[in-house]
């Protein structure tokens, strides 16, 4: 066995050699396929996270929703009272009032704003998000922001600047300042930077209707429930359902996949990388059949001298497996050297899991590709072989 693979890599090795431009071009078109693959992945990961990133990282492991709000965030409303009902229920370690809305961060003179998720939290309580650097958030009341890591890094903001908010209300646009207290770990939400205030504070400062304007009762979008045991979360949930009027319950990753969007969005970016990886099977199995077309006189010869069956099969699956990784390493490092172009707006992020499940596909399409050459390549008759060569 040792002789059969040292002879099969000889031969595969010394052939690429010989013949390596022919087989750079292929390796450069694996190449380009790895990037677009890569790409296409980072880019599934990064859409997702950015509708999903807020709402994973949220320090609970339900959300209580209105009744028949299909599980959407922004249909969903909920008043004070149904937080003190949920709150009582057996098993509730804590919960907390989230409001969603959006606004504009105005920016230093000459630039245009940004567009954030303006998010209202209670200060101490589950769905505030940790912070990295600064502090949380003193109470329900103060003039105070948390900004997520992109929302800083796109604004230029640090920890005690005073940041303002540009919403509409009514027919007029109105003008908030807040103070930057801490920075989080990345949480956008609905694609969007974030920018996290206290409850009641969110409550005032949100857009209104002309409608909202002279209500003075506060309403959240959802409830984030943190649980005494975690293991207990079907039995809290079903006594949210029967002590709180006019809920539904879902748990964190239901919640992420009723997100609008998300589902759709996942899917079609998967269907995308797996076509992908079937033109990279038919474009590596169509070069190497091209490849033993011909040199079928080479292996008739081969044969003919001897050479078994096994020998030629290794040979061809080793010298697909080189080409294969050469052609990965190269499209790897091309997509690093791409990565570091991208600003922060662009929503690409390379996961180590995604990226490796990508790579291994990558590795394993081309062995894939070349079974026909391989099996031609194995049935080829030495005489009739050399026959086609006179």
Known sequence: MKQTFSISAYLAVKEVWRNRGRFLLVSLVIALITL???????????????????ISK??????????????LISASRLAPNQLAAVK??????????????????????????LKVALIGVQPGHVGEPRVM????????????????????????????DTLTLRVTQGTKDEFYSLKVVGISDGEQYSLQPAIFIPFYTWDRVRPKSDAELNSSNPVANVIVVKLENPSQ???????????????????ISEAIQALPGYSAQQSTLNTQGAFTLFIGVL????????????????IGVLKAIGTADP???????????????????????????????????VPI??????????IIALLLIGPLGGLVSIRYAVRIEPLKALGLAA
């Open 283 to 298: 474009v590596i199995g169509g070069f190497f059949q091209i490849q033993i077309l011909q040199k079928v006189a080479q």
């Open 233 to 251: 979360i079907t039995n809290v949930s079903s006594q949210i359902l029967d002590q709180v009027n006019n809920v539904d319950v879902a748990t």
């Open 133 to 160: 650097q600064g502090n949380p958030l003193s109470t329900d009341l103060s003039k105070e922001a948390i900004l997520d890591k992109n929302t800083a890094i796109r604004s230029g903001l640090k920890i005690g």
């Open 311 to 345: 020998v030629i099969g290794l040979a061809s699956v080793i010298q697909i497996l080189v080409i294969t990784v050469i052609g990965v390493v190269i499209g790897g490092l091309l997509t690093f050297l791409f990565s570091l172009t991208f600003p922060p707006t």
């Open 349 to 358: 992020v390379f996961n180590g899991a995604t990226s490796a499940i990508a």
């Open 58 to 71: 949220l320090d609970g492991q339900l959300i209580v929703y209105q009744a028949k709000s299909d599980f």
């Open 88 to 113: 009582r229920v057996e098993g509730v370690a804590d919960a907390g009032m989230i409001g969603t809305s959006s606004a504009n961060l105005v920016l230093p003179a000459g630039e245009s704003s």
């Open 36 to 54: 677009l693959v890569l790409f296409i992945a980072a880019l599934g990961e990064g859409l997702g996270n950015g509708n999903r990133e807020y």
